[in-house]
């Protein structure tokens, strides 16, 4: 299992922003794809944005325009900055490495920051 860990969660108030980490404890460039996947509580773990090793990028529908992943290859960390925040966006924030942007059984995970959003 590769080491991948999360960080820059916290409380925001609604409309504020978050940005998170991912530090991976490998070169990133080993992976197709590297996201963050969201888990609210009694809820299964759901895409919020991924990226590509050749930097595309794809994002949950209520996320675009929002959020933007991103990722430094030097430092072997990817991003995601959440601007905008809604309550709905609360819950634990997963990093993922693996191929593809679905989830997998051979996937890597972190081990989770929580976000949560509320006034």
């Known amino acids: 299992q590769v080491q991948l860990v999360e960080s820059g969660g916290g409380l925001v108030q609604p409309g504020g922003s978050l940005r998170l980490s991912c530090a991976a404890a490998v070169g990133i460039n080993m992976f197709n794809v590297m996201g963050w996947y969201r888990q609210a509580s009694g809820k299964e773990r759901e895409l919020v944005a991924a990226?590509?090793?050749?930097?595309?990028?794809t994002y949950a529908d209520d996320r675009k325009g929002r959020f933007t992943i991103s990722s430094d290859n030097a430092k072997n960390t990817i991003y995601l900055q959440m601007n905008s925040l809604k309550p709905e966006d609360a819950g634990v924030y997963y990093c993922?490495?693996?191929?593809?942007?679905?989830?997998?059984?051979?996937?890597?995970w972190g081990q989770g920051t929580q976000v949560t959003v509320s006034s």
């Open positions: 990226i590509t090793r050749g930097g595309g990028t």
């Open positions: 993922k490495a693996g191929s593809t942007f679905s989830i997998s059984s051979l996937d890597h």
